[in-house]
């Protein structure tokens, strides 16, 4: 039951890691464009940048991995966790970042502009992130049918190959029984019908009686008196 079907999680893993990409590089990439926060040169690297938008960008691509890659439960679910607190991050991230004294800066643009920014780069990316997250979550925290049909028939299938083992690895006797051979003791020899048939008329006995008293103790026949 710890196994559900690669392709399960492979559509929201993709999604997942390419707006990580765009949440990552889009601070460095959009001046080219007058298009984000602070300073208009592209490529400018700091602190705030690292915190607000780098580590929630590389837990989100790591998460959204899990989920392409893995066709193991725990790990495609602990994948969607670490993308939706990602995501959660994106939103929450500019709005607790004056605690110490950060911020990603003044947005560049007219209002239209700052708006657009706003939503790309942190409250509305982290809200779609945290949408698909929550879709994958939900898929592999519930098991399907054809997922429940396939266990059963695994361990119906690994119990006949136990059976099928022990029965190999048993002694002969034990693999021959209930076969309708007769049990050992009857197999043993049973006294001569000749040996216990009584005297007849006449007081003749039967042919095993006259042999044994012609035959003495070593064996050998009497002589006649």
Known sequence: MLKTPRSRGLLNGLLLMLLALWGGFIPFVGPYFDFGFGSGDAWV?????????????????????????????????????????????????????????????????????????????????????????????????????????????????????????RERAAPAEDRAHGSTAAPQWEEQERPRHDDRQPAGDGGHAGPGAQLRRRLGGTGRPRGRE
């Open 45 to 165: 690297y700091n602190s705030d940048r690292l915190v607000l938008s780098i580590l929630p960008a590389i837990a989100v691509f790591v998460g959204g991995l899990f989920l392409l890659a893995s066709a193991n439960r725990p790990v495609a679910v602990l994948g969607s966790w670490l993308a939706a607190l990602g995501g959660l991050w994106f939103v929450v991230g500019t709005t607790i970042a004056p605690l110490w004294n950060a911020g990603a800066g003044k947005p560049l643009g007219g209002q239209a502009r700052q708006i657009a920014e706003q939503l790309s780069f942190f409250q509305g990316l982290g809200a779609v992130i945290i949408m698909l997250a929550a879709v994958a979550l939900g898929r592999f925290l519930v098991v399907g049918v054809r997922e429940a049909r396939r266990a059963e028939a695994g361990r119906v299938e690994r119990a006949e190959a136990g059976r099928v083992e």
